[in-house]
């Protein structure tokens, strides 16, 4: 097959133009993106591409590493290797935006502001739309949390089990929300935030976190869920803005407050 380039650079202007690698690279990222390519499909072995675009293995392989990079292909090297579609990751998304807000100097409170701006919105959005499917999901969350709350002695949970189980609740709303670029941006925003609470709790709970303060969490979420539950979407707004108010106290009480968004992913 024949990949052709963009023709009609501006005046003026000095236009690169596209290696082959990145054109074959951008013709694949193009049937991944169509769902022409669904994730879990592996690409044809390289001999079959090679032919297909009438290259070497060398420039197929650099358009290879370009798709690796973006999460949407992951090689496995030998015998019985090859290229096998993925769905694209939000977690790189948000390297690249965080490495874009710190050359502006942006903080990790200054995300976690941003996040309290586009989340609470969702939160309405998904009472206002709420299916079975959803309650379920969310109850689902919830029950593990109370579950690893309660198999400890010190009712204090394991630090990593809790806050991918509160990042499961958040992500639940971005996605149920039923907007989808709301739902990419946040994602994004969250996953910075998520990164941030790993490197919070990476020595382990404080003195300051007693038993309380997790139970109040839980029963911050099931208030949430009957709001849901209710199609409640204004009281479900407010209050998942509240939420998050309170848990910014927590998340940001330290010195990791003015954190670089950058330093995060480091």
């Known amino acids: 097959m024949t990949l052709a380039q963009d023709s009609g650079p501006r005046i003026g202007t000095v236009v690169r133009a596209p290696k ?35 290259v070497s293995r060398p420039t197929l392989r ?9 999460t949407l292909i992951s090689v496995r090297r030998g015998s019985r290797g090859g290229a096998q579609v993925m769905a ?17 100097g942006t903080t990790i409170d200054d995300v976690y502001q941003a996040r309290m701006i586009s989340e ?27 579950d690893e709350v309660a198999a400890r002695d010190t009712f204090v949970p394991d630090p990593d089990s809790w806050s991918q189980l509160t990042y499961r609740f958040h992500e639940l709303i971005l996605q149920r929300c039923g907007n989808r670029t709301l739902a990419i941006q946040g994602a994004v925003l969250q996953e910075i935030v998520a990164t941030h609470v790993r490197t919070r709790i990476a020595t ?17 979420y099931q208030k949430f869920i009957r709001l849901v539950r209710d199609k409640d979407a204004a009281g479900a707004e407010a209050h998942w803005l ?25």
């Not at 650099?62 to 973006?70: K, P, V, W």
């Not at 694209?88 to 502006?104: E, F, H, N």
């Not at 509240?242 to 480091?266: I, N, Q, R, Y």
């Open 204 to 220: 382990g709970f404080t003195a300051d976190d007693s038993p309380e303060r997790f139970q109040r969490a839980i029963r911050s």
């Open 242 to 266: 509240s939420h998050m108010e309170v848990a910014g106290h927590w998340l940001l009480k330290d010195d990791l407050k003015t954190k670089p968004v950058v330093d995060l992913f480091s």
């Open 20 to 54: 082959t690698a990145e054109l074959i690279a951008t013709h694949l990222r193009r049937r991944i993106v169509r769902g022409e390519l669904p994730p879990g499909e592996t690409l044809p072995p390289e001999l079959q591409l090679m032919e297909q675009y009438g």
């Open 88 to 104: 694209p990751d939000a977690s790189v998304a948000a390297r690249y935006v965080g490495i874009l807000l710190q050359t502006q």
């Open 120 to 146: 609470p919105p969702c939160a309405r959005m998904l009472a206002a739309n709420r299916t079975e499917r959803d309650l379920e999901d969310l109850e689902a969350v919830v029950l593990a949390l109370k």
């Open 62 to 70: 650099e358009a290879f590493r370009i798709l690796e990079a973006e």
